[in-house]
């Protein structure tokens, strides 16, 4: 699918943003106030950020509200919900405490929770598509988790919890890509399937219906090579999760080696969801004559 | 609501014969040209005179070629448009319930006055059948012509899709699948039409019927070796025949 | 939420015009759904015959070049280099005046120095009147180039052909043959016609080396190798033979099979001139069309043999058995004697009868016809070969011997035709400086005696029609014209002037070679070809070439004539003719605007002063073409239009009636008129439908016109003779081999001749094009909505040669051919011939044609495959220029190209790069909203 930069930065910003609420709701930094404040601007800054980008993505963001009406049966639309709610939750529980002094833990805990909603939310919206089999698998919202999760705790300096996080999401992370590069081929679309010729033969594609590009090819027909995404995944990996994981245990982590962290972990995410599009596959493709590595296996 | 109808009063759709179709694009343009300034937004042109040409089209031709066990490969030319699906996916994932299939006929629709161009019905859907417009950046898709088959200002006889009036092979056929006296549910019962991707589980409405067997040998009596050995021969059995006739 | 409400039923058009539309050759009727003025539907017109309702891609895309930004808006005189595309825009007035001042002097010196051809030749009975008056001989439309050997083979065998001269029995036929065919002239009826026959589960068989279209829903395909249906076809009809499959009866009532041949292979006839058979019944030999004949097929009388005798010696000879030829064609022996046993059994175990009782031109009664239910057709798959005009002979001596033409289930012809040679004018060709031509330009040779040689032997036309080099051109050479003018041979010319023919670009043989003739000057510098006038609607590469732009309309903004003295729409049970009228004003605001072709060239006429067009005084004959279609009469009585003439409801014959393209109009653009049922089969012979086409005034001698289909064609005997040294009219010796060879008046195979001039090893494959179903030719690219589907044209490469060189999705390829090369991109295509490639034809652009942006596809990775081909053989260091082409017809033979083939290193462009012009019309829109307004 097509990498589209609004998106990437979209899921990425706000799975931190609600990532690091979640660690504000349960476990924030008790100091003062004023540093709370700091960290609840953070955390809502990064959240609409994440949102703000995703209206880029629109053809039309001038009707965006109009996006909160199908909740009953639109993860999209739930996501917007989610957030709308969780954010204001979170302002009033992060308000609260600031303003008063006063912090409310059962009111943390929701906003943790709706957090958690959240992400759960963004990453349904692409495990629901059985057209991207990539996506269509139980890890997926389980990585969007980890990394929000992670990137939450990284911004929090929960630096405790953070290695079993970072740990967790190499797994699930590894487990994904794995997964992954097979499913394809195992959801059993083919170009036979899909034209329903696969009774006379072998099906290829000769001609194109259009010379030129469409939409379809733009926005789900995108290819990397399998060399050069192999490359990112390593490099993902090594920024996103092996250099804090490392650092974070074999050194006591000051501010400045936390705002490394963060910068690499940031920068590792980015390119891991990068990677979450580019090499995602949608059986559109098959009547354009593309995925035929992946299906040779 | 973009929760779809647990049934619909009619099934309306298309059956492609792609046994018949000769992949001419008749119904490709006759449907752009059809739908653009009539069901909502103009169906645009982008950069149409220059180099990377990209517009919004309903229906598209693809060219196949199959490879057989035996015998030479073939060729098969495959219309693809909306299939206006029982278990639509493309209508639950709409944010704004701007997708959605009508309870009268099954028409899978998009209500662009609430389209906000997200794009997540065309993720959503298998078949490529929806394209966002390059300028209006609404979503467009076949509307199997809700604006022409009641149409009181068309003659009866033409209250059909655009693309199924013009084919000139006649390989487009227009009916209620849900009907099964139909002649398009008779057609694919007895040409064995079938779904696309049916592993995906969005029953289409739509059918195609499958090419019918080809490259093989019609089974004639073999002719008679050698009756007339040579030209002295022939004006034998020629001088005979002429006789009887 | 509820479903939105929805307006069911929208307005649809304030007003439906009905024309006839003109993004191909087809003729079919459409509805122009009218808003507000302006066009926004094209649907097809249910009630017109030739397309009942159905419209193809280039049809419903007509409202993309009724607006297309490459539209011309004004007469325009170059200013800059041929080529460059540098023109001002003039007045319609300084543009007549110009080109009545090059044309007038050569008009009163020496008129054979104007050569005036088109393109489309829809309008070929009023250009060539024109041409007539002008008193040039030098005029033809482009079937030379196009499709001859069709037109030729059919009517000197069966007094009609494929294309639109008839068509098949769509409704009864149970097994059809399609030699070559893509799309053909015929492509709507065509598409139909096959839907018709998958219904009626009649079977298909396609023979072509491409499985595209038509030949991919065929039941069966036969990769034939290109060049060789000749011997496939001879091999079928061996094996018919042999086997005793023909229709004798058939044979001997109504082809010339029973005719006599003396001693010189020609035929015997009476002192009236009737060719005689042998009368068994009387033992004497008697008139063809003597009642209750019981003809002799074979035997020797008094020293004469029966055609039919000949032909059968001829074809059960060895060299024609499936097993000789099939190594040749491609198509295993086996399967060469399943087919005719398959052909033998749908004709005779499966006749069709209809009883209608008929008389035949002997006066005997007939109760029914009987059908052989086989039908075939054919186009440029056949016709594009040097071999090309005796296959089609081939091809329509099959369909004689199994009595499948003119009867149920076969294939059978549209009025006017069928005609015998006879009943076509002979070529005209005696130029007189200040006076008319001494009669038509085209017409059918009888023999040596109608060529068109100066008493030197010399041509009198530029294009060496009806010459030995071309005996029966019966469309004439287009495009040799200017080869042989830039060449001045056989003579220099003075004034080219074209109309709808992109002769600088895909329309000729060479396209860089024809460029370099264009632009090439003599030694005082002036141009070899002094002045070329050109009408074109559209912004094409032949414009940048011209001096002189005489600017069209779009077909949905003048009137046309589709008539039947030229190529009408009738059906083989309905004459018909349809008209073209502006459904909207032609309007080029802020210009000096444009106007139809054939209005300009009667105004030209009447500058010139030309017969026909001024009365005595000088004044005009006819205001515009409007006013030509209802008055002009070719015969008392008979005009370009055959519908609602006299009081308006005449047929055929009748006085002119000034409101017929009114009435044409009212009735949807055309006019039909029912074949009689007793008329509608056997037409040749049925006394029915030859006094009905009479009265109807399809013959110029206004009367009967009844022939045997004529399997023995003596006219080519005749030429053969002239080779073989008899007669007083010879051709010069170094054309006697081939003559002798190739005029044989039985139709025979010979390899094409540019493959027995090459080392085949260096050149192993044949390359050929296709026509793509939503282009036509150069004028589908500046369509917004077609060149979306074709923009760019890949070379098609066989799958055995795409893994022998280690080709690769996206990989480049070059190609070469003993005249050029090119360099373009490849895809892998496995049902096709092994030893052929092919690409679309005409989708390659020059850089600034069409309103197209500079870095278009069309004009950077799209490819002619025309610069590979050549209009004249490879040498043969004999110092003579063979033409490509048919030695008969002169048609040319495009698809007899070899090439071979290398992988290339990755390309931003194909090559060769033929440079840029300058659009004299801009570039179009960024942005196209089409029905805005109305949505
Ligand atoms: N390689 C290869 N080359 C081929 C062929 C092939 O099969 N392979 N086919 C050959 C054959 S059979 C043919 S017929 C020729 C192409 O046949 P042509 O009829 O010569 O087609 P074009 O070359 O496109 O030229 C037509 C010109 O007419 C102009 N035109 C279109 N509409 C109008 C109108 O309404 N009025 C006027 N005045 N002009 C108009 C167009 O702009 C265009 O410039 O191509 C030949 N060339
Ligand atoms: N859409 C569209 N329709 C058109 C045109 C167009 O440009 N576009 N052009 C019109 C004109 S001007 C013409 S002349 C007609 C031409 O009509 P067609 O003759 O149908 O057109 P071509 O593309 O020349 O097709 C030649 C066919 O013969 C096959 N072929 C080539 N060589 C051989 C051979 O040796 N043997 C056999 N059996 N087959 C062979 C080719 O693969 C191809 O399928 O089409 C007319 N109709
Ligand atoms: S119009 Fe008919 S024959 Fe042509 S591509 Fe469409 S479905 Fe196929
Ligand atoms: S074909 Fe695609 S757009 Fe049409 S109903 Fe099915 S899923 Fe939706
Ligand atoms: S693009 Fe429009 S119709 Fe499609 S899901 Fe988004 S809002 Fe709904
Ligand atoms: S039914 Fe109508 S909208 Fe759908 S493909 Fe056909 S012409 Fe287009
Ligand atoms: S075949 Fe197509 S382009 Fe040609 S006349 Fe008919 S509708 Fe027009
Ligand atoms: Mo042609």
Redesign the interface.
């Known amino acids: 699918?097509h990498p589209a930069p609004s998106i990437i930065v979209f899921t990425t910003l706000s799975g931190l943003g609600f990532g690091l609420m979640v660690w504000l709701g349960v476990a924030p930094p008790t100091k003062t106030p004023w540093v709370m404040a700091f960290f609840a601007c953070l955390a809502m800054g990064l959240a609409s950020a994440g949102l703000m980008s995703s209206l880029l993505?629109?053809?039309?963001?001038e009707?965006?509200w109009?996006?909160?009406?199908?909740w009953?049966?639109?993860?999209?639309?739930r996501e917007?919900v989610a957030a709308v709610v969780t954010l204001a939750v979170f302002a009033a529980y992060a308000g609260l405490w600031v303003l008063t002094g006063a912090r409310s833990p059962a009111l943390g805990a929701l906003a943790a929770a709706l957090a958690l909603v959240t992400i759960l939310c963004t990453a349904m919206?692409y495990t629901?598509?059985?057209?991207?089999p990539r996506w269509h698998d139980p890890l997926t919202p389980l990585v969007f988790l980890a990394y929000a999760l992670a990137g939450g705790a990284l911004l929090n300096g929960a630096m405790d919890a953070l290695p079993w996080l970072l740990a967790a999401l190499a797994g699930l992370q590894a487990a994904a890509w794995a997964r992954g590069d097979g499913a394809f081929a195992r959801?059993?679309?083919t170009?036979e399937?899909?034209?329903?010729?696969g009774?006379?033969?072998?099906?290829?594609?000769?001609?194109?219906?259009?010379?030129?590009?469409?939409?379809?090819l733009?926005?789900?027909v995108y290819k990397v090579g399998r060399k050069h995404a192999r490359k990112l995944r390593i490099i993902a990996f090594t920024l996103a999760i092996a250099l804090p994981l490392i650092l974070t245990l074999a050194v006591s982590v000051g501010h400045a080696l936390a705002g490394l962290l963060v910068l690499s972990h940031l920068t590792g995410t980015l390119i891991a969801r990068w990677l979450f599009f580019a090499e995602a596959e949608?059986?559109?493709g098959l009547?354009?004559g593309a995925h035929r590595d992946s299906l040779a296996g | 609501m973009t929760s779809l109808p647990k049934t619909t009063d009619a099934s309306l759709g298309l059956v492609i014969d792609l046994d018949t179709c000769v992949g001419c694009h008749a119904c490709v343009v006759s449907c752009k040209e059809w739908n653009t300034g009539a069901y909502g937004a103009p169906l645009a042109d982008a950069d149409p005179y220059g180099a990377d040409p990209v517009g919004s089209f309903l229906n598209r031709i693809h060219s196949f070629e199959i490879t057989p066990e035996t015998g030479p490969a073939q060729v098969v030319h495959f219309p693809k448009s909306c299939l206006h699906c029982a278990d639509a996916p493309c209508v639950t994932v709409c944010p704004t319930g701007a997708s959605y299939k009508r309870q009268e006929d099954g028409i899978v629709l998009v209500n662009e006055a609430d389209c906000i161009g997200c794009g997540l019905c065309a993720w959503a859907c298998p078949y490529g059948a929806r394209e966002m417009d390059p300028v209006e950046k609404v979503m467009k898709k076949c509307t199997l012509c809700v604006d022409r088959i009641y149409n009181d200002n068309i003659p009866e006889e033409d209250r059909l899709p655009s693309c199924v009036r013009t084919c000139p092979a006649g390989a487009r056929h227009f009916g209620d699948l849900s009907d099964p006296d139909s002649d398009v549910s008779r057609l694919v019962a007895d040409r064995g039409g079938l779904d696309l991707m049916p592993e995906l589980g969005t029953a289409p409405v739509n059918k195609y019927l499958p090419p019918r067997p080809k490259d093989r040998a019609g089974a004639p009596a073999p002719l008679p070796a050698e009756t007339t050995e040579g030209a002295d021969g022939f004006f034998g059995w020629l001088d005979r025949t002429l006789d009887r006739l | 939420m509820v479903q939105p409400k929805l307006d069911l039923s929208p307005p649809v058009a304030d007003e439906i015009r009905q024309t006839t539309c003109y993004m191909c050759a087809c003729r079919c009727g459409i509805n122009v759904h009218m808003r507000d003025g302006a066009v926004k539907y094209i649907e097809g017109n249910r009630d017109h015959p030739v397309n009942r309702g159905v419209l193809c891609a280039k049809g419903s895309a007509g409202i993309m070049n009724h607006l297309s930004p490459a539209r011309l808006r004004a007469p325009l005189k170059r200013t800059g280099p041929r080529g460059s595309g540098e023109f001002t825009e003039i007045t319609w007035e300084e543009a007549l005046q110009t080109a009545a001042d090059w044309l007038a002097p050569v008009r009163e010196t020496a008129p054979e120095k104007l050569a005036f051809f088109t393109g489309r030749d829809q309008s070929q009975s009023f250009t060539g009147w024109w041409a007539q008056q002008f008193g040039t001989p030098n005029y033809a439309a482009h079937g030379g180039f196009c499709s001859v050997n069709m037109a030729a083979g059919g009517i000197y065998t069966l007094g009609g052909a494929f294309w639109e001269f008839g068509a098949p029995d769509w409704e009864r036929t149970r097994l059809f043959l399609l030699f070559g065919v893509a799309e053909d002239h015929d492509s709507n009826p065509i598409k139909m016609g096959l839907g018709r026959l998958k219904a009626r589960g009649a079977k298909i068989i396609a023979i072509n080396p491409v499985r595209t279209g038509y030949n991919a829903i065929a039941d069966e395909w036969l990769g034939i190798t290109p060049g060789t249906d000749g011997l496939f076809i001879l091999a079928l009809i061996h094996v018919l033979l042999k086997s005793g499959k023909i229709d004798l009866d058939y044979l001997s009532r109504f082809t010339n099979a029973p005719v006599l041949l003396d001693a010189d292979g020609l035929f015997a006839r009476d002192d009236q001139g009737r060719e005689l058979v042998w009368d068994r019944a009387t033992d004497t030999a008697r008139p063809f069309d003597t009642p209750g004949l019981k003809p002799a097929l074979h035997g020797d009388f008094d020293g004469r043999t029966p055609v039919f005798q000949r032909l059968a010696e001829k074809y059960l000879d060895a060299q024609y058995a499936p097993e000789a030829v099939a190594d040749r064609c491609g198509i295993p022996a086996a399967t060469i004697r399943r087919i005719a046993a398959e052909l033998a059994e749908a004709a005779f175990d499966h006749p069709i009868e209809i009883a209608q009782p008929w008389t035949d031109f002997r006066g005997e009664r007939h109760d029914s016809f009987t059908g052989r239910p086989v039908s075939a057709h054919a186009m440029r798959g056949i016709s594009a070969h040097s071999n090309g005009f005796q296959t089609a002979r081939a091809l329509h001596l099959l369909q004689l011997i199994l009595g499948a033409v003119e009867t149920p289930g076969g294939f059978r012809f549209k009025p006017p035709y069928p005609k015998p040679v006879s009943a076509h004018p002979r070529p005209h060709g005696l130029a007189t400086p200040g006076k008319p031509l001494d009669g038509p330009h085209l017409g059918y040779p009888r023999g040596p005696e109608d060529l068109l040689l100066h008493d030197d032997g010399t041509p009198r036309r530029i294009d060496k029609a009806f010459t030995w080099e071309a005996p029966l051109s019966a469309h004439g050479l287009m495009h040799m014209v200017i080869a042989n003018a830039h060449a001045g041979d056989p003579y220099p010319i003075d004034v080219l002037f074209l109309y709808m023919a992109n002769m600088a670009w895909n329309s000729s043989m060479g396209t860089a070679r024809v460029i370099e003739m264009l632009t090439d000057t003599d030694d005082s510098g002036a141009y070899k070809i002094p002045h070329i006038i050109y009408s074109d609607a559209y912004s094409s590469e032949m414009v940048a070439y011209a001096d002189l732009i005489l600017p069209d309309t779009t077909y949905l903004e003048r009137h046309d004539c589709i008539s039947l003295l030229d190529r009408p729409i009738c059906e083989p049970d309905a004459v018909a003719d349809a008209i073209r009228w502006p459904v909207v004003e032609p309007e080029r605001p802020g210009h000096e605007g444009v106007q139809g072709f054939q209005t300009t060239l009667i105004q030209l006429g009447v500058k010139l002063g030309l017969p026909g067009m001024v009365d005595a005084e000088g004044a005009p004959v006819f205001a515009d073409y409007a006013d030509y279609m209802i008055n002009h009469q070719r015969r008392p009585g008979i005009g370009p239009l055959a519908g609602f003439r006299g009081n308006g409801s005449e047929a055929g014959r009748g006085a002119p009636n000034p409101g017929q393209i009114d009435a044409y109009i009212e009735n949807g653009g055309f006019w039909l008129a029912h074949v009689p049922e007793e008329a509608r089969f056997m037409k040749p012979a049925n006394m029915a439908y030859q006094t009905w086409a009479a009265e109807m005034g399809f013959y110029v001698s206004d009367a009967p016109e009844p022939y045997l289909f004529q399997l023995y064609a003596e006219p080519l005997r005749r030429f053969q003779r002239a080779a073989q040294g008899h007669g007083d009219i010879q051709p010069p010796d170094h054309l006697r081999e081939r003559l002798a060879e190739t005029m044989d008046p039985l139709p025979i195979w010979y390899p094409p001749f540019e493959e027995t001039r090459i080392d085949t090893d260096s050149f192993p494959l044949h390359a050929i094009t296709q026509r793509p179903a939503a282009m036509y030719h150069s004028w589908g690219s500046q369509n917004a909505w077609l060149r979306q589907i074709h923009g760019v044209n890949p070379l098609f490469v066989p799958g055995a040669i795409w893994e022998a060189q280690g080709f690769e999705e996206g990989d480049w390829a070059t190609l070469t051919s003993p005249h050029g090369s090119i360099t373009v991109p490849v895809v892998r295509m496995d049902a096709l011939n092994a030893h052929t490639v092919w690409t679309w034809n005409a989708i390659g652009k020059r850089r600034g044609a069409w309103a197209l942006e500079p870095d278009a596809p069309e004009a950077t990775k799209g490819f002619l495959l025309n610069h590979l081909i050549h209009e004249l053989l490879p040498e043969r260091g004999d110092g003579r220029r063979w033409a490509n082409s048919d030695p008969i017809t002169g048609q040319a033979a495009w698809y007899d190209l070899r090439v071979r083939i290398e992988k290339a290193p990755p390309q931003a462009a194909a090559r060769p790069d033929l440079g840029t012009q300058i659009s004299p019309v801009g570039t179009g829109p960024a942005e196209l909203r089409f029905g805005s307004r109305w949505s």
């Open positions: 699918m993505h629109l053809g039309h963001p009707r965006a109009k996006a909160l009406s199908q009953r049966s639109s993860w999209l639309s917007g919206i629901q598509l059985r057209t991207v959801a059993g679309s170009a399937t899909a034209t329903g010729l009774a006379m033969g072998r099906v290829r594609l000769l001609e194109p219906p259009h010379t030129g590009r469409n939409y379809l733009t926005e789900m949608h059986v559109v009547y354009y």
